[in-house]
């Protein structure tokens, strides 16, 4: 399969559009300020959620956290905000800020406030942008990979994306629908998922099918979720869409305290997952392969926390239907 090489981008000017999503922690904003500094963004978005009004110490922290970026963003840059009067939460919030930013540009990295970029990330995503601007099979550039660390320079593609660290295009964006209308429509909605999250056909991991039909039903039985990204990848298995892994992890996650809402385990995995330096020029595949290998132990076993049964388990389940157990 033929390959594409490309080099490591030089510039005097990092003119890729940047969203950092934020609220009340401002304990984070000097590392990512600092990882900010490495390529000193011309343009970015700066998004804040609202204090909550049950939590007597939140308006001094989003206050805290809006002035130390503003006052902390110290090079030339085109700074936009949107500062939300009242909370919208960690679903509605990063929503109506993405949609803000892509309403603005055609294209754009996203940050939350406690993903710490190295400096090829920013260069990775520069020229994945670039790269497969006009590939609308592309939905979005991860910066994350898990852990997943090839041998080799060559990118490679999953079926779900990630979102500690990532871009993507507007016109792309604008046909995200969050409020998941088609999945209300769906009549057999764990065969659906079967012929979309399952390599082929025979593939009968049905504990799959279960685990996410599970998220997009809560998703939208529930009025305030606490995410965003479940949203975006059911779109993406909707629309049968792919994202753009880099070969080395390149962010870190340090959101690990009594303000995360996501990551409160002692020993989450991300907790000591460490970026890595890119070795360019790095390659690309002019049709992007999904790694399977990835999308099994890093996807499902770390991300999803989800452990495929063995084959024990699936004979079980077919002696208990023959009525022999």
Not at 166 to 189: G, P, Q, V, Y
Request: proline share 4%.
């Amino acid at each position: 399969m033929e390959k594409t090489v490309i080099d490591k981008p030089s510039y005097d000017n990092f003119e890729t559009p940047v969203l950092i999503i934020c609220f009340n922690r401002p304990q984070y904003i000097e590392a990512q300020l600092e990882a900010l500094r490495l390529v000193k963004p011309s343009t970015i978005y700066l998004a804040c959620d609202g204090a909550r009004i049950e939590h007597l110490n939140d308006a001094e922290k989003v206050n805290a956290v809006r002035r130390g970026y503003e006052k902390g963003i110290d090079w030339k840059c085109n700074l936009h905000t949107n500062f939300s009067n009242s909370n919208l939460g960690c679903s509605k919030g990063p929503i109506k800020a993405m949609t803000w930013f892509f309403s603005e540009v055609e294209k754009g990295i996203i940050l939350e406030d406690d993903i710490i970029p190295n400096k090829d990330f920013f260069d990775f995503m520069r020229v994945m942008l670039n790269h497969y601007q006009s590939n609308n099979h592309i939905i979005s550039i991860s910066g994350c990979s898990l852990g997943y660390n090839l041998k080799t320079s060559e990118v490679f593609s999953s079926k779900i994306m990630n979102m500690w660290g990532w871009a993507t295009w507007a016109d792309r964006f604008n046909h995200i629908d969050f409020s998941l209308n088609s999945w209300k429509t769906k009549k057999n909605k764990k065969w659906y998922l079967h012929t979309r999250l399952n390599n082929t056909i025979f593939d009968l991991d049905k504990n799959w099918v279960a685990h996410w039909k599970h998220i997009f039903d809560k998703t939208i039985l529930e009025e305030n979720v606490s995410w965003w990204d479940y949203q975006f990848i059911y779109n993406q298995l909707e629309l049968k869409k792919i994202t753009i892994y880099p070969p080395k992890n390149l962010i870190q996650n340090i959101g690990f305290d009594a303000d995360a809402t996501h990551t409160h385990e002692k020993e989450h995995f991300i907790r000591y997952l460490q970026p890595k330096k890119l070795e360019w020029p790095i390659s690309v595949k002019n049709k992007p392969f999904i790694d399977q290998t990835f999308y099994q132990s890093h996807i499902k076993e770390i991300w999803s926390f989800y452990k495929k049964p063995n084959w024990k388990y699936y004979l079980g389940n077919i002696l208990k239907n023959l009525g022999i157990k």
